[in-house]
């Protein structure tokens, strides 16, 4: 028997490109960003890129689908599960 959980979510996938382009499928949703950081939801958890002058240059949360440009210095991935619902802030989760 399937896994019903299973059946919707997307594929995770990062590809970076000479630190300067990046392309990202398996995005849930865009949490914040600014042209230091971009907080990504994703089907494997949090993902904060940091570096400088980024950019979404493509958004497609149907796809789930996520490009980035810029010269990107780091990913940092975080658990998302067994958070929800404890009123913790969105960093206090992050940096747990």
């Known amino acids: 028997m399937e896994d019903l959980n299973n059946m919707n979510k997307k594929p995770h996938k ?4 000479n630190r300067r ?5 398996g995005v849930n949703d865009v949490l ?12 494997q958890g949090m ?3 940091k ?3 980024l950019h979404v240059s ?7 689908e996520v490009d980035v440009d810029g010269r990107i ?3 940092t991935y975080s658990e998302t ?3 929800s619902g404890k009123g913790e802030s969105l960093i206090a989760r992050l940096f747990k």
């Not at 990062?14 to 490109?17: I, K």
């Not at 914040?32 to 089907?43: C, G, K, Y």
């Open 14 to 17: 990062l590809m970076l490109t």
């Open 21 to 25: 382009t990046c392309s990202i499928s």
């Open 32 to 43: 914040s960003f600014d042209v230091n950081e971009i907080l990504l939801e994703t089907e």
């Open 47 to 49: 993902l904060m890129i």
């Open 51 to 53: 570096g400088n002058e």
């Open 58 to 64: 493509r958004l497609s949360l149907d796809k789930g």
């Open 73 to 75: 210095d780091s990913f």
């Open 81 to 83: 599960t067994g958070y």
